[in-house]
């Protein structure tokens, strides 16, 4: 078989988009996208919020800051192109407390030297003309900041890489990854049907002169599979949300978001506008029992034995001990999540709150137990691994994508 000029692994909003800008810069090339699962956008990127970033929170000069930024823009721009709708109804990032204007004044600041549009430092009347059931002594408004269903943009650029040429095969998992000389040697593994009505799998190889891999929770297991991982590993956080009961919904106009407190991994309670009228609240994040653990006690004792024996997870645990347990207490006893979701909004109460769909987020963690923050772009023979976009990924997708083709031209010539 002719080798592929390029194989992508993984068909979320990254791959996706890292598929279409080389098309758009290489019309013609032999590209081939490969996706584990029988249907794109299957778990990150269809599983998040819906929100589009505007890069408030990002540490400067980042690539998450500069991505997200520029990301932004090039997102309503592809949605006003394929016709895909969304909202700029505005954030509020809500200080309850004396204690919480600092960090709220370092983050306009922060936003500010990000180039973030539009900003504005708001006191209580204000903020009750944008959110009227809202508590709070003082807030930053960010009006720019929007809801869209990313899993309308996923179709979207689907739609486009097939109409330039690209084939795309799904229930295709990448068991194998083999960099040669000249070129990439991909082992696969499919389902088939059998005679029996069961399926059965099916082993293949493919070459490729280079492969991406953008492979969400299992980013780390594919850059292993070439000694590429640099030691991080993909430690998985699941998170459930609530949803508002529809009499309830006119409480909540747009995104309330807390100040995030920079001594904690995760962000906290926080209330959302979705695009088809619904608002979510959460999630929170406990450790899932398994890599697409969306249910509580969805377990792969594997994949649980892989985070329990990496010794970054118990330095992780050590620092965030105290945070874990009320996040797991939050999880399991509904009135405590009620009464941090009220101080935000005090009109709420538990009968408000119905249950609503699960998330997990894959977590790159390093060896000493810090959590990776930015994106990670890693270099190998004739493969380079997305080894972590957490959120604002889905936000900044197309322009993740143009730096990844920018690090893959450079290092294929291709």
Same mark, same amino acid.
């Given at each position: 078989?002719?080798?592929?000029?390029?194989?992508?692994?993984?068909?979320? %909003?990254? =791959?996706?988009? &890292?598929?279409?800008?080389?098309?758009?810069?290489?019309?013609? @090339?032999?590209?081939?996208? %490969?996706?584990?699962?029988?249907?794109?956008?299957?778990?990150?990127?269809?599983?998040?919020?819906?929100?589009?970033?505007? =890069?408030?929170? /990002?540490?400067?000069?980042?690539?998450?800051?500069?991505? $997200?930024?520029?990301?932004?823009?090039?997102? %309503?721009?592809? $949605?006003?192109?394929?016709?895909?709708?969304?909202?700029?109804?505005?954030?509020?990032?809500?200080?309850l407390t004396e204690e919480e204007l600092p960090r709220l004044q370092a983050l306009y600041e922060r936003g500010q030297r990000n180039g973030v549009q539009g900003l504005e430092l708001i006191g209580p009347e204000r903020l009750h003309e944008i959110e009227p059931a809202a508590a709070g002594l003082k807030a930053i408004?960010?009006?720019? &900041?929007?809801?869209?269903?990313? &899993?309308?943009?996923?179709?979207?650029?689907?739609?486009?890489?097939?109409?330039?040429?690209?084939?795309?095969?799904?229930? $295709?998992? +990448?068991?194998?990854?083999?960099?040669?000389?000249?070129?990439?040697?991909?082992?696969?593994?499919?389902?088939?049907?059998?005679?029996?009505?069961?399926?059965?799998?099916?082993?293949?190889?493919?070459? *490729?002169? *280079?492969?991406?891999? $953008?492979?969400?929770?299992?980013?780390?297991?594919?850059?292993? %599979? &070439?000694? !590429?991982?640099?030691?991080?590993?993909? +430690?998985?956080?699941?998170?459930? /949300?609530?949803?508002?009961?529809?009499?309830?919904?006119?409480?909540?106009? =747009?995104?309330?978001?807390?100040?995030?407190?920079?001594?904690?991994?995760?962000?906290?309670?926080? @209330?959302?506008?979705?695009?088809?009228?619904?608002?979510?609240?959460?999630?929170?994040?406990?450790?899932?029992?398994?890599?697409?653990?969306?249910?509580?006690?969805?377990?792969?004792p594997r994949e649980l034995w892989e985070t329990l024996s990496y010794g970054g997870f118990w330095r992780l645990a050590r620092r965030y001990w105290r945070m874990g347990l009320a996040e797991l207490y939050r999880d399991y006893v509904k009135r405590a999540y009620v009464r941090?979701?009220?101080?935000?909004?005090?009109?709420? !109460?538990?009968?408000?709150?119905?249950?609503?769909?699960?998330?997990?987020?894959?977590?790159?963690?390093?060896?000493?137990?810090?959590? +990776?923050?930015?994106?990670?772009?890693?270099?190998?023979?004739? +493969?380079?691994?997305?080894?972590?976009?957490?959120?604002?990924?889905?936000?900044?997708?197309?322009?993740?994508?143009?730096?990844?083709?920018?690090?893959?031209?450079?290092?294929?010539?291709?």
């Open positions: 078989m002719q080798p592929y000029d390029l194989i992508i692994v993984g068909a979320g %909003l990254v =791959g996706l988009a &890292t598929a279409r800008e080389y098309l758009r810069r290489r019309p013609g @090339l032999r590209l081939l996208l %490969l996706e584990k699962e029988p249907r794109i956008a299957a778990h990150q990127s269809g599983h998040n919020s819906g929100v589009l970033h505007t =890069g408030i929170y /990002y540490t400067p000069g980042s690539l998450k800051a500069r991505a $997200c930024v520029a990301g932004h823009r090039a997102m %309503l721009a592809f $949605c006003r192109e394929h016709g895909i709708p969304f909202q700029l109804c505005g954030k509020v990032i809500v200080a408004y960010s009006p720019n &900041t929007g809801i869209v269903d990313f &899993t309308r943009v996923a179709a979207a650029l689907a739609a486009e890489i097939s109409a330039h040429g690209a084939e795309l095969r799904l229930s $295709c998992q +990448v068991v194998g990854l083999l960099p040669r000389a000249d070129e990439v040697v991909v082992q696969i593994r499919t389902q088939a049907p059998a005679a029996s009505g069961q399926r059965r799998s099916q082993e293949e190889e493919l070459r *490729a002169r *280079a492969v991406i891999t $953008c492979a969400g929770l299992y980013s780390d297991r594919l850059a292993h %599979l &070439t000694g !590429d991982d640099g030691g991080l590993r993909i +430690v998985p956080f699941r998170g459930d /949300y609530y949803v508002l009961r529809p009499e309830k919904r006119q409480l909540v106009r =747009g995104l309330i978001y807390p100040v995030p407190d920079p001594r904690f991994p995760f962000l906290g309670v926080h @209330l959302t506008l979705r695009p088809n009228g619904e608002v979510w609240v959460g999630p929170n994040a406990v450790l899932a029992l398994a890599r697409e653990g969306y249910g509580r006690w969805q377990l792969h941090e979701v009220q101080r935000y909004v005090p009109a709420l !109460d538990e009968r408000d709150l119905l249950p609503g769909p699960s998330g997990v987020r894959a977590q790159a963690l390093a060896p000493d137990g810090s959590l +990776v923050d930015d994106f990670v772009i890693r270099r190998g023979q004739r +493969v380079l691994h997305v080894q972590n976009a957490p959120s604002p990924a889905a936000t900044s997708s197309l322009v993740i994508a143009q730096m990844i083709v920018d690090e893959a031209q450079a290092q294929f010539a291709l």
